[in-house]
């Protein structure tokens, strides 16, 4: 981590290995997606047809991804692990980067399901930088992944569930 500017209390602007790291992980499906050629890909192709829903998802997203990278405290290990809330936050976080990973793989496989994909693709990302911004003790990320989850999840259910 390199602290830049001091913010408030332990947090400063700054930039978190772990972040970037964290993001870069979550991206991979993204960056082998060409490689892949999926035959169908609905989650490429589909249209927020409620503008709003996908601005604010947008903002929340973008939000999530800036603080998950940029926010770090000067109060916390590199990689904090020494509690069993630390070890929880840890474990849930992976299992939701596990979950998306296997919801990739079923995707580029054809297994193209509402639900799968809204849990798999919408509902568990915003958890892995709401489980991550908890074992890191980034409470601004925690904060802005909770309404994150909510309307990426709305998002995936109003285009892979709620029928047209």
């Avoid at 997606?33 to 169908?40: D, G, R, Y």
């Avoid at 997203?61 to 929880?88: A, Y």
């Avoid at 958890?127 to 309404?147: E, K």
């Amino acid at each position: 981590m390199i602290k830049l500017l001091h913010l408030f209390k332990n947090y400063y602007l700054g930039i978190s290995f772990i972040g970037i790291a964290a993001f870069v992980i979550q991206e991979i499906p993204y960056i082998v997606m060409p490689l892949i050629k999926p035959a169908s890909n609905p989650i490429m192709n589909m249209s927020n047809e409620i503008k709003w829903i996908g601005t604010v998802q947008g903002i929340f997203g973008i939000l999530s991804m800036i603080l998950l990278m940029l926010i770090v405290r000067d109060d916390v290990k590199l990689i904090p692990k020494e509690t069993t809330k630390e070890k929880i936050f840890l474990f849930l976080m992976i299992l939701m980067i596990l979950i998306n990973f296997i919801g990739w793989i079923l995707y580029y496989m054809g297994y193209q399901y509402g639900w799968l994909i809204i849990i798999t693709q919408f509902a568990v990302v915003p958890l892995y930088y709401l489980f991550l911004g908890l074992w890191q003790r980034n409470y601004l990320l925690a904060g802005t992944a909770v309404p994150f989850f909510v309307i990426h999840t709305i998002n995936g259910i109003m285009n892979f569930a709620v029928k047209r």
